[in-house]
């Protein structure tokens, strides 16, 4: 299985600062990444997909980047409701695997 | 709009079955292939395994095989995890999740869960 690796675990900031999130994969994925956000008492929420491509309803304040094996969600102009965990996934190949989450919190 | 909701979950005992439901609406359930993920408490996600449309085939992440069964039931657009003999790592948040059509692997809807502890 390809092992995703996610740094950093935790991360502060204020509202209305920028934001990024790593994750490396254990071997290429070529652009096959996803993110989601999850957040206490609602389903969780794909954002991004193919690294990326932001889904629909996804603001525009969030990018993705990356293609390889080492890949970025950044964040910019960080409103109130972006706090919370966020996931990335591979979905390249079989079986689909997820990195251990990094949780964005208030500062 | 999509939803997806989970049930059945609870204390279950170590080596006892259990069954979680998973009911969509919002959408044609027979059309999707359908996931479960689960999440151990204050672990990442996990993959469990997948069903396709009409239900005649079933994946499983490598780990997963042997005590999970995945099913579904289009006329009442659920789908189930059959959960047996289970032990204290199954201790989770159990998910239903949508494969998006038109990127494999990607799911673009989810349950909120379905919490399971086993325990003596």
């Known amino acids: 299985d390809v092992q995703m690796t996610q740094s950093p675990s935790n991360l502060a900031a204020s509202p209305g600062e920028s934001v990024s999130i790593n994750c490396k994969a254990s071997?290429?994925?070529?652009?096959?990444l996803a993110w989601y956000q999850q957040k206490p008492g609602k389903a969780n929420k794909l954002l991004i997909y193919?690294?990326?491509t932001l889904q629909s309803g996804t603001p525009s304040r969030f990018s993705g980047s990356g293609s390889g094996t080492d890949f970025t969600l950044t964040i910019r102009n960080l409103e109130p409701e972006d706090f919370g965990l966020y996931y990335c996934q591979q979905h390249n190949e079989y079986p689909p695997t997820f990195g251990a989450g990094t949780k964005l919190e208030l500062k | 709009e999509v939803k997806l909701v989970e049930s059945g979950g609870g204390l279950v005992l170590p080596g006892a079955s259990l069954k979680l439901s998973c009911i969509v609406s919002g959408f044609t359930f027979s059309d999707y292939w359908m996931r479960w993920v689960r999440q151990a408490p204050g672990k990442g996600l996990e993959f469990i395994g997948e069903?396709?449309?009409?239900?005649?085939?079933?994946n499983y992440a490598p780990s997963m095989k042997g005590r999970f069964t995945i099913s579904r039931d289009n006329a009442k657009n659920t789908l189930y995890l059959q959960m047996s003999s289970v032990r204290s790592e199954d201790t989770a948040t159990y998910y239903c999740?949508?494969?998006?059509?038109?990127?494999?692997?990607?799911?673009?809807?989810w349950g909120q869960g379905a919490s399971v502890t086993v325990s003596s």
């Open positions: 999740a949508r494969q998006d059509p038109r990127h494999y692997y990607v799911m673009d809807a």
């Open positions: 193919s690294g990326s």
């Open positions: 071997k290429s994925i070529s652009k096959y």
């Open positions: 069903i396709k449309p009409d239900g005649s085939k079933t």
